[in-house]
């Protein structure tokens, strides 16, 4: 990077605000990013994205390496050009995939051998490609590839697969060589806080202009996230962004930012919309039941979203219940707005000096005992909604 | 109706331009509804439908009965209002859904039993409530209901349900009570060429404001219905507007407004587009198709839909590929913009007078013997795809 990638504005406590600065504009942080694991954040334009106030996704390496292939996107001009989207992009390595969506995975310190998810097809990832691929879609911050491991793993193999990740890393850095994207480093080390320790010293140690939490939100019980979180993030220089990644609802976003996170990505707000959960201030609501299906009131009438704005709890209860596709599309949008306006108001709130005051008076009001969303796994369309975030 | 419901502008052989006047607006004629079966065209909203240039849809009565139901409608302050549209909007009767979709239907002269295709119920629909139905539900113009008779029924069959339909319009007449919706009576004669006259003298023997064609595109081949539009449509009066029902292929639009159809509705244009089958003039394409997965082009670089100004083909195609819910929605913006760009372009050579030489060149671009289209019916959206029509 020859460019400043980050600056720090103020703290309240150990939150941060801050800008993050890219070939594609600059990024207010805390920002949350909508995922896009296919070149489209589902159902939305790249229109309706700006509209709903964010200034930067995710896309998926994985995925887009499949289908339509990095070759096709880079003869289009790169992935901004390809989807119509002239804000930031945050790509992934594609390793998080590999391992949770192949139906074989190989891996060795040379790279990950996997079989697409789509046809079986075999193919071979390293650190090296995995930056080839990212530079050649040109999102703005590409991830090194990394080694994950699940919450059950033992020590023994979360400590390997830490080390790999550690030698990765370099590789990816020793192979980066565009000056136009800004390389974040993952931290590993699962559950273990020794580990995470040993991972997050080692990477600060090599010049990355950001890091990232990676390997959380596997399954874990929260009481376990948030202390792993606070802990990793505090080893972490204060002049670069942390990336806390996978991690989305409204309560989890607001814990993590109390931590010290700028950067959050997660396929919940835009999932969890596709099932009929819609995010008030009160908390999750399932759109689907009785008792919106006569509401002639919007969602949250304090919302000002289009969906808010246009049409009455009814008419999105009606949508849902009638499997129409429009539902989808409005619900997505309540959610992504939601979340938007609650990272701009978590980030006045620090600029101002009161996130704590903010943080205690959302989470008084927002119920984590959510409405019971009923999830409906039969048609194929609904099979790919789960997808995106995986 | 108290105020005029219909100007005949001008004529180009027997192709007419005019305009209805409808409390939600005038609407230009020759003019193409799109299908909102279940207040909703879709993957669109509102805006979107305004954007594409269209001034009037068409809403089921027979899905809004079971689904939401009228009532619900009509506390929310009637269909406008539950769907945000302020245009104009055509209900049917329910007729047709009745006669297709019930797994079970008995007609007696009183009215039609059936069952309720999603869950099973017993429900009766008389000419009455019809009327009764569509006043609460509130469009600007509604339909009597009429006995569908399907492609192979032998005469003496379909010669008893025109005689049905005609004694259920005169009921529909009694019992229409507003003056701000226009109720239009339907023509039936199935594909008897002297059926069709008795019911057009029959019916403009009565005084509508508008007439339709109904029992045609059933299934028929094309050759027969083409001369049973052209027959029927010389029968009714010049000065009423004249509906063609179920039909909204390209090339069938222009051969239904040369043998004087005024009102199209169908919803192949948005149906297919949801296959992958786009319009374009030079006729139907699959976007799926490998042709266009690396085509850095749009669609139709003639076309000035919000797709084809956005994105390339092979981004659309790739969206298809990867069963994104973004591509159903493009592919319907630009079809339907395509339909709509049509029917102005029909207009404004009706109005200058060489309607026949546009419809030559027309025709002689398109190509009906389309790209084969691969219909997907794996998933219950997809399922869901096929019935806004019916």
Chains 1, 2 share one sequence.
Request: with cysteine; hydrophobic share 35%; charged share 25%.
């Amino acid at each position: 990077m020859t460019q400043k990638h980050f600056t720090l504005l103020t703290t309240s406590g150990t939150a941060r605000a801050g800008e993050l600065h890219t070939s594609h504009g600059k990024v207010p942080t805390p920002v949350f990013l909508p995922v896009g694991s296919q070149a489209t954040v589902k159902t939305l334009t790249p229109d309706d994205i700006k509209t709903l106030g964010f200034d930067m996704l995710l896309c998926n390496t994985y995925h887009l390496y499949l289908r339509p292939g990095i070759d096709v996107i880079k003869k289009m001009g790169g992935l901004h050009e390809f989807m119509a989207w002239d804000g930031a992009i945050l790509t992934d390595s594609g390793g998080y995939q590999v391992f949770s969506l192949s139906p074989l995975c190989k891996i060795t310190d040379e790279g990950a051998k996997f079989r697409s998810h789509i046809d079986g097809s075999e193919h071979f990832l390293t650190p090296e490609l995995a930056v080839e691929y990212q530079e050649a879609l040109g999102a703005d911050i590409i991830m090194v590839l990394d080694e994950c491991t699940a919450y059950s793993d033992k020590k023994e193999k979360v400590r390997r697969a830490m080390e790999r990740t550690h030698r990765w890393a370099e590789r990816c850095l020793k192979a980066h060589k565009s000056n136009k994207q800004a390389l974040y480093a993952i931290v590993q080390g699962g559950m273990f806080p020794d580990l995470r320790q040993i991972s997050a010293e080692y990477l600060t140690g090599l010049d990355f202009p950001g890091y990232a939490i990676g390997g959380l939100s596997v399954g874990e019980p929260k009481e376990i996230t948030l202390p792993l979180v606070e802990q990793t993030a505090a080893l972490l220089p204060e002049g670069k962004p942390r990336y806390l990644m996978g991690v989305g609802a409204p309560e989890d976003l607001i814990e993590g930012v109390a931590r010290g996170i700028d950067i959050f990505d997660c396929a919940l707000p835009t999932r969890v919309a596709r099932n009929g959960a819609l995010f008030t201030r009160k908390g999750r609501i399932n759109i689907r039941r009785a008792a919106y299906s006569k509401l002639d009131k919007p969602i949250d009438p304090s919302c000002d979203c289009y969906t808010c704005r246009t049409f009455s709890a009814a008419y999105v209860s009606h949508l849902f219940r009638s499997e129409e596709l429009l539902g989808l599309r409005l619900a997505t949008v309540h959610n992504l707005r939601f979340i938007g306006n609650l990272m701009k108001d978590i980030r006045s709130s620090i600029l101002d000096g009161f996130f704590k005051a903010f943080k205690e008076d959302f989470l008084t009001n927002y119920k984590t005992t959510n409405e019971q969303i009923r999830v409906e796994q039969k048609g194929k369309w609904l099979k790919g909604r789960g997808k995106e975030g995986t």
